[in-house]
């Protein structure tokens, strides 16, 4: 890389982080000498001012010392993630020691932790240089037992069991509606993935961009690993032939069902729930709705990670305690203003989450908002398989948002065809008996077959293809192999192949 290049990344990687730390909407004016803990999270201003301020009140109770929470937004988890990664690879190839521009990653799922504690490696003059992003935190055991109990809700561990990430809160995936735009459509409220297929619903779901939420990518790779590869596929493929958009951030569906601007979304459930609620607070009554398919969802642990050089680590570490404590854990479900007086609950914003605490849910559960019991209802997905979440980005982008207008008119085609069922469930080739209504769903449904490096190709139906063909494409694997050009990156090229094949297949459904 060349000297001013090696410049102008630094420059741009100062004010990323730089404009989100000096610019922030929260700030709050403190005395000097307070310490302060530097926190870059996704979280929405709600979280970030009721934890801050509540972190606050705890360390001055606790040690007499004043405490404030600086924090960073610079965007989403996918985001947040990619930008570490940018500096820490820009630290090493310029020589210099990674980190020290903030202490804690605070939200986002359990993959995006799970990214920053893998290496980063470079080669400088020869020499293969690598570091991690985020660090253990230790927790003592017997605190982390009471807590947590089991590592486990369903088949997902709550927290990373080399320390790397702790797991804080707990978020569901699944779809905000708007009953009244529901009900002028003559449509029912969803209560299956399957909901999203129904043909009334083309041009009025609202759905995002995976490559840019990691909270969106996480509800599609539920449907996908409780609907399995083949169904999963069909439901996104259909909601996304009625969608009217791809957001590129996760908040957007909840506001534009709010608004009737869309009927339904697919989110993560406390931007339903919140939305929900402060409908409801305005005197909107129950026009919106939220919904975890049952048994259809997965529960996946919101974590804190501890960075690398982190330069206020000893009040980083007392932030990550105070977020386990009862009083931090009743901030996520508790009423504002809750009539007992035992500092528990927030006191401005419902923030309407799912405490990661087993114990709230035994001691505390008539005071949350939400009577949800998630460590009852997680079950084991049936259909399990960690690779199918690097598909997800490539292969929506080329099966929908590449190919947005030939998939509506495909879909059209097929709804309009004098033989489709009069059903608001999916429907398939499988379903149906006419035999040019068969093809034209059977053409519309088909996946790609993916060249490999041996000459021969392979599908993506079963998880031991999967696993091959993420480390030949998406892991570069096969980069010499003359699948793709050499400077190009095997994500972008599987994106580019499939996105033709798609696009074919869409035109020989309209007969173009």
């Known amino acids: 890389m060349n000297k001013p290049a090696v410049i102008c990344i630094g420059i741009c990687l100062a004010i990323l982080f730089g404009v989100p730390l000096f610019f922030r909407g929260d700030y709050v004016s403190v005395p000097s000498g307070t310490k302060k803990v530097i926190i870059i999270s996704p979280h929405n201003e709600q979280i970030r001012h009721e934890f801050g301020q509540g972190f606050s009140r705890w360390h001055l109770a606790k040690y007499g010392e004043l405490a404030e929470v600086i924090w960073s937004v610079p965007g989403g988890t996918s985001e947040i993630r990619r930008m570490l990664q940018s500096q820490f690879t820009h630290a090493l190839e310029t020589g210099k020691e990674p980190g020290g521009e903030a202490d804690l990653v605070f939200g986002g ?130 909601a996304a032939a009625n969608a009217r958009y791809f957001s590129a951030s996760s908040l957007k569906p909840p506001a534009d069902v709010s608004q009737g601007d869309a009927a339904m979304g697919i989110c993560i459930d406390f931007y339903g729930r919140y939305q929900a609620q402060a409908v409801k607070s305005s005197g909107g009554g129950d026009r919106i709705g939220y919904i975890d398919p049952p048994s259809a969802t997965v529960i996946d642990p919101d974590p804190i990670s501890l960075l690398r050089g982190a330069p206020n680590e000893t009040l980083a570490l007392l932030f990550i305690e105070y977020c386990m404590t009862k009083e931090a854990q009743s901030l996520w479900q508790f009423q504002v203003e809750d009539a007992i007086d035992d500092n528990l609950g927030p006191v401005t914003f419902e923030l309407r989450r799912m405490p990661v605490r087993r114990e709230m849910y035994s001691k505390y559960m008539k005071r949350m908002v939400d009577q949800v019991q998630p460590y009852d209802t997680a079950r084991p997905a049936p259909f399990p398989d960690r690779n199918m979440r690097a598909f997800i980005a490539p292969i929506f982008s080329a099966m929908a948002m590449d190919n947005h207008h030939e998939l509506m008119d495909a879909w059209q085609a097929i709804v309009l065809h004098p033989a489709f069922p009069d059903t608001v469930d999916l429907v398939t080739s499988d379903d149906v008996q006419d035999d040019e209504l068969k093809e034209m769903l059977e053409t519309f449904d088909a996946m790609p077959m993916i060249p490999t490096n041996d000459g021969g190709t392979l599908a993506m139906d079963t998880p031991e293809d999967r696993k091959t063909l993420k480390y030949g494409w998406l892991r570069d694997q096969w980069l010499e192999d003359g699948l793709w050009h050499p400077e190009d990156h095997g994500s972008s090229a599987l994106k580019r192949t499939t996105g033709e094949y798609f696009r074919n297949q869409y035109l020989n459904v309209i007969g173009k």
């Open 109 to 238: 799922g359990s993959y995006e932790h799970d990214v920053l504690k893998k290496k980063i490696v470079v080669t400088l003059n020869g020499e293969e240089l690598s570091t991690t992003i985020s660090v253990p935190a230790i927790i003592d055991q017997a605190m982390l037992d009471e807590v947590y109990g089991d590592n486990l809700i369903g088949d997902i561990t709550i927290y990373d069991p080399e320390g790397y990430w702790h797991g804080l809160a707990l978020s569901g995936f699944g779809i905000v509606y708007n009953n009244e735009v529901l009900a002028d459509l003559g449509i029912e409220p969803p209560t299956t993935w399957e909901a999203l297929c129904n043909p009334e619903l083309f041009g009025k779901l609202a759905l995002v961009n995976p490559a840019q939420s990691g909270s969106v990518t996480t509800a599609f790779e539920a449907i996908l690993k409780n609907l399995g590869w083949k169904r999963g596929w069909q439901v996104l493929r259909r």
